[in-house]
């Protein structure tokens, strides 16, 4: 800047030589002071226009300054800025100074907005990409670009975006695990069903085929409820396919049980009657349903019933024995030939579907069996209580014979086997009693009899109750006539001294000698029902507890027995009771 002391003395020297100018040329005062006065405007106009040139200045340079500020303070609040770090809060220095300071701040933080910008671009692009996905409507328009609000570009905007992102990541995650979780299922379905899960996979979208990659494959509402809905179709087809061919498998098993196919045959369909009784989940074999499977099983079944036809009156035969062998193992009773001559009738006649037929026989089979059931308690102790009448036999054929306690071959079983019986005879009081309250709750229930071969239950367990009371009072009147007779010796052998040993008969029974199986030597074996028509076997006063016992047993015993041993073993109330009642057979003499 030119220094002013040299413009103040240019303009003298100026002045000066100007007024020798005007000597020399002779101007007046007056053209003179008109001419210094217009000098003077002149200089007046110019310093005007530089001020207000200046002034222009200043006011563009406040306006830039405030504009910068203004602009500052637009991004500071588009950036969720409070403030710029280095820019002090209150500006001081000139315009120019303030202004050189503010700019570099606006040209960091337009560039941190620029930034900023592509930031929410992206994550926004991605955002409308994957609610394109969800939405289904990304392949039916091309994707435009997100609009970003330059206005609110805040980190905290930004992390808005950004968890929406994630959220919409974690979504697609779990759309893409349903859909890749229905296309196994599908998969795995056709296989079972032997359909093409190719094209039934693409019928539901074209992207779900294996040659499309994992993350391109459609993931909308729409595609997820194609294929919910395509997975029930195929459940709900593997249900009833499993139930049809269950329902042949039962055929194909009850027809060749009824015509004995050979298990050669039978193995041919093995991949149809494994699944007899499988649950639908449970058949994961490929082609298991498939319908070549259930057309074969059709025709095998349809080809069985035809041979059924031909053979129905065989099957029905066996029909009626498989009933008959219910009947007796429960010991019911059942006119086995009037049944079969009656069937026979019925089936040459021809007025009566074989079917129908088969299936009364069905019926029959499962209410004998029911009948059976309610049954098996009483007839379990029925057993129990002949098995123990048995033993009861025994016992008293072993208690009367004299050379139970010889030393010979087996005596020990049959000792053994002795004690065991007296502790099963023991037991069947209660056993009768509990029988017969059982079978008096069942004849209530039922309101009609228990029969056991054709004869009352409680029949024969009165009659036996009542024999067996008999046989206890037979036994007391002869322990009573044994004390009778012992009171008379004693009398006698005071009156007329000792008495001679008397010569005994032998018994007129045979030795029960052992047998391997620890068994009587005597009788036959004994059927399963009691005779109604008991009698009972003079003074020993046993019963036969069952039908059929031999007419001849007493008859097939020996005229003798021998005498017990004198260093015999002490016998029990009821052996000596027995040993008694026989030697009383012979009176002593006196």
């Known amino acids: 800047m030119q220094n002013p002391l040299i413009v103040e003395t240019s303009c003298g020297s100026l002045l000066q030589e100007l007024q020798q100018i005007w000597d020399e040329v002779g101007e007046n005062d007056a053209e003179r002071d008109r001419m210094l006065l217009q000098l003077e405007q002149d200089c007046l106009d110019v310093y005007k226009r530089k001020v207000d040139q200046a002034t222009r200045s200043r006011a563009r ?37 303030q202004l050189a300071a503010i700019t570099p701040a606006l040209e960091q933080l337009w560039q941190q907005k620029e930034e900023r910008i592509k930031q929410f671009l992206d994550v926004q692009v991605q955002i409308q990409r994957i609610c394109g996905e969800i939405s289904g409507k990304l392949q039916l328009n091309e994707p435009t670009t997100p ?142 349903l498939a319908i070549d499977i259930i057309e074969q099983a059709e025709v095998e079944v349809e080809r069985l019933d035809q041979l059924k036809a031909s053979k129905m009156k065989e099957l029905v035969l066996k029909k009626q024995l498989e009933l008959e062998e219910i009947y007796r193992r429960a010991h019911m009773e059942v006119d086995s030939e009037s049944a079969q001559e009656k069937l026979i009738a019925l089936i040459d006649s021809g007025n009566v579907d074989p079917s129908e037929l088969l299936a009364s026989m069905d019926d029959q089979i499962s209410k004998a069996k029911e009948e059976a059931f309610s049954r098996k308690e009483i007839m379990e102790k029925v057993e129990k ?28 079983i049959n000792l053994k086997r002795a004690e065991r019986a007296r502790v099963i005879v023991n037991k069947i009081p209660a056993l009768v009693d509990s029988l017969i309250a059982k079978t008096r709750a069942w004849e209530e229930e039922r309101s009609t009899t228990f029969l056991y071969d054709g004869v009352p239950l409680l029949a024969m367990l009165d009659e036996y109750t009542m024999l067996r009371h008999e046989r206890e009072d037979e036994k007391r009147r002869l322990r009573d006539q044994k004390r009778f007779h012992e009171q008379l010796t004693t009398e006698q052998e005071s009156l007329f001294g000792s008495r ?40 020993n006063g046993v019963t036969p507890v069952r039908q059929g016992m031999s007419a001849s047993k007493e008859g097939k015993r020996e005229l003798s027995r021998p005498v017990a041993p004198v260093n015999y073993v002490a016998l029990s109330k009821e052996d000596s009771v027995s040993q008694a009642s026989e030697n009383e057979s012979t009176p002593s003499t006196p």
């Open 61 to 97: 340079l406040l306006q830039t300054l405030a504009d910068s500020r203004a602009e500052l303070t637009n991004l500071l609040s588009a950036l969720g800025e409070h403030s710029f770090q280095g820019l002090p809060e209150k500006p001081t220095g000139t315009l120019k100074e």
């Open 147 to 288: 609009k970003v609000d330059d206005q609110d570009l805040s980190l905290k905007k930004f992390d808005e975006f950004h968890l929406h992102f994630q959220e919409l990541q974690r979504e697609k995650s779990d759309r893409l695990h349903k859909v890749l979780d229905y296309v196994n299922t599908v998969r795995d379905l056709c296989a079972v069903l032997g359909m093409d899960f190719f094209n039934i996979i693409t019928e539901v979208h074209p992207s779900l085929g294996d040659s499309v990659g994992i993350q391109s494959k459609s993931i909308s509402n729409d595609t997820l409820a194609r294929l919910a809905r395509t997975v029930q179709s195929l459940k709900e087809e593997k249900k009833q396919r499993l139930q049809k061919l269950q329902e042949l498998a039962t055929s194909l098993t009850e027809l060749w049980n009824l015509m004995d196919t050979p298990m050669e045959e039978q193995n041919l369909f093995d991949h149809v009657t494994c699944n007899i009784s499988a649950s639908v989940d449970e058949v994961t074999v490929p082609g298991a």
């Open 385 to 412: 209580w002949m098995s123990a009448c048995e033993e009861e036999s025994w016992l008293e054929d072993y208690s009367r014979d004299d050379n139970r306690y010889n030393s010979s071959r087996g005596a020990h």
């Open 500 to 539: 001679p040993s008397p010569n005994r008969p032998h018994s007129s029974k045979k030795g029960a000698g052992p047998r391997a199986n620890g068994s009587s030597s005597s009788g036959t074996p004994l059927n399963r029902r009691l005779s109604l028509g008991v009698q009972q076997s003079g003074a």
